[in-house]
Nanobody, 118 residues
C-alpha cells in the first residue's frame, strides 16, 4: 500500500493550498476504510488529527481548523483531499495522509510540508 501526498508548499498567511493523497495497492477502495484522514506534525509537537471522514460519511475537524479546512474523498479515484484556506502561520507542519482499515491496520503517507509565512 502506498499513499502519495502532494500539494504542500510555501504560502503567505491568508493564502490557500489543496493537499492531495493518492492511494494505491489497497485491498479495496478507500471507501472500505473505516477512517480516512489527514494528520499534521509541527516541529517539536505531537502528531495531531486535522480532519477525518468515517466510512459512514461523518466528518470531523480539529477545532483549530474548523471553517477553514475541508476534507473530501473521491472513492472512484482512491484520492483524499484537504482544501485549506485562510492559512495561518500556526498551520505550518508536515501533513500526513492516513487510512485506517480496521482496529489493527493503518496506512500512512510520507508527508507533505506546508509552510505559512506571516
Amino acid at each position: 500500500v502506498q499513499l502519495q501526498a502532494s500539494g504542500g508548499g510555501l504560502v503567505q498567511a491568508g493564502g490557500s493550498l489543496r493537499l492531495s493523497c493518492a492511494a494505491s495497492g489497497l485491498p479495496g477502495s478507500i471507501f472500505s476504510m473505516i477512517v480516512t484522514g489527514w494528520y499534521r506534525q509541527a516541529p517539536g509537537k505531537q502528531r495531531e488529527l486535522v480532519a477525518s471522514i468515517k466510512k459512514d460519511g461523518t466528518i470531523d475537524y480539529a477545532e483549530s481548523v474548523k471553517g477553514r479546512f475541508t476534507i473530501s474523498r473521491d472513492t472512484g479515484k482512491n484520492m483524499v483531499y484537504l482544501q485549506m484556506v485562510s492559512l495561518k502561520p500556526e498551520d505550518t507542519a508536515v501533513y500526513y495522509c492516513h487510512l485506517r482499515k480496521n482496529a489493527l491496520t493503518t496506512y500512512w503517507g510520507q508527508g507533505t510540508q506546508v509552510t505559512v509565512s506571516s
